[in-house]
């Protein structure tokens, strides 16, 4: 079998390392990125099941990267999870479009069980 892919934009190199570890262990491949400037590329290339997208993130940002995304003919039906430390979260992942949202500090069971609801 396959193994599902996610790809992680954060520019907390932290977060990335714990994050890839955790869902690597759990039979996933996992690529990241610190930078969203190239997100179509990057999901073009790498064709991932599931994003997770931090808000903060450099160049464009975390609500544009995911619009981008999501008003992209080929790629508007690949799931985002927004994670972000912001009180806005709730806002912010629906003014990004994005499926679902997952709170900083995250706990890491909620993560994977909303990763594991896109991916079943």
Known sequence: M???KIL???DDTTIL???SIIFEENGYQVEISETSHDILERVAQYKPDVILMDNWIPKIGGVEATRLLKNHE???HIPVIYVTANNDIV???KQ???DDYVAKPFN???LEEKV???LH
Request: hydrophobic residues 55%.
């Open 108 to 110: 890491l069971e909620d």
């Open 17 to 19: 390392e714990v994050i």
């Open 91 to 93: 806002a912010l992942a």
């Open 2 to 4: 396959n193994k599902k």
């Open 74 to 76: 080929e790629f508007k």
């Open 116 to 118: 594991a609801n896109f």
């Open 96 to 98: 990004a479009q994005a």
């Open 8 to 10: 992680i934009f954060d």
